[in-house]
């Protein structure tokens, strides 16, 4: 596969994920976030198999069951996107969607920052661009000192849970079938957000077609579309392109919250906005440092 077409794949995922912002709020209105997300991820994963039986019977790939590594990289990544998905539903539901697509896109600062405890280094330009996101961050949220609103407080525990989620993608990417990767992460997210609706009394069973819509919807296209070609996305583009393109989401997120809900972001909004774009895109400028580089005095 190209770069040019690995790009387009992610630019089309980023697409999906703005837009289904709008599915992930409109169901609130009939369930809640834990079962929401069981049922999503379930469905998400069920229209993969498919895909996998007729890679498999083509020769596409072997037939083989899953590795144990494989295995356990998914329930990993599963149950890294149960805690971003199921903070990032939470909160969406006392936010905007133009708000919960900006500080999700804050994934983008954390990767590098995350990778410092991973003994990586970046050169100093890096903190610019992560002090320009907070600050852009500070504006959206409408903070007024420390306090943050609650909705805005759970996408950002969210945010931070997608950026480890993307580190473990990278890495599983290269060395695994990417459809079973990603149909097994699917399931793991699926358990421990049926597990976790139980606990919450949250529904356990859907029954109408306006529950079941807003799954199906959500389930097909930010699911099994959408993070699948993130997978095969990334297996070709380079990280920091792959980083930009994705980020796109909180573009396509604040326009279909306009048109679908008529948010309107305020000046100090749109402001904020602006700033947590720019260090998002700033933060591709400083790559990790070479070890060499590291070793010279």
């Known amino acids: ?23 992930q709020k409109a169901a609130m209105d009939y369930m809640g976030p834990m079962s929401f997300n069981a049922f999503r991820f379930l469905f998400g994963g069920l229209v993969l198999l498919p895909l996998i039986s007729w890679r498999n019977n083509k020769g596409l790939k072997t037939q083989s069951p899953p590795s144990p590594a494989l295995i356990k990289g998914s329930i ?6 149960f805690a971003g998905a199921g903070f990032q539903q939470s909160g969406i539901q006392y936010t905007t969607i133009g708000n919960t697509g900006f500080i999700t896109g804050l994934y983008i600062v954390f990767v590098p920052v995350i990778s410092l405890f991973t003994g990586q280094r970046y050169k100093n330009g890096l903190w610019l661009a992560v002090a320009l996101a907070c ?32 580190i473990i993608v990278d890495h599983m990417s290269d060395h695994h079938d990417q459809i079973k990767f ?5 399931f793991a997210c699926a358990a421990l957000s049926y597990l976790a609706a139980l606990y919450m009394n949250d529904k356990v069973l859907l029954f109408t077609f306006d529950e079941w819509k807003w799954v199906l919807a959500s389930g097909f296209f ?26 796109l989401e909180a573009v396509f997120a604040a326009i279909a919250g306009y048109l679908y809900y008529d948010e309107i972001l305020e000046p100090r909004a749109l402001t904020g906005c602006g700033l947590m774009f720019a260090g998002c895109l700033m933060t591709q400028f400083f790559p990790p440092l070479p070890q060499k580089t590291l070793e010279t005095p």
């Open 1 to 23: 596969m190209t770069i040019t077409r690995a790009n387009f794949i992610l630019l089309l995922a980023a697409f999906i994920w703005g837009v289904s912002f709008i599915f």
């Open 76 to 81: 990993l990544a599963g149950a890294l996107i």
């Open 222 to 247: 930010a699911v099994a579309l959408g993070y699948s070609m993130q997978v095969i996305g990334q297996t070709t583009s380079p990280p920091a392109q792959a980083a930009v393109i994705m980020s």
């Open 182 to 186: 990603a149909a097994l992460q699917f």
């Open 135 to 166: 600050m852009g961050l500070y504006l959206l949220s409408g903070m007024d000192g420390l306090n943050m609103a609650y909705g805005d407080f759970l996408v950002l525990m969210g945010a931070v849970f997608w950026a480890f989620h993307v």
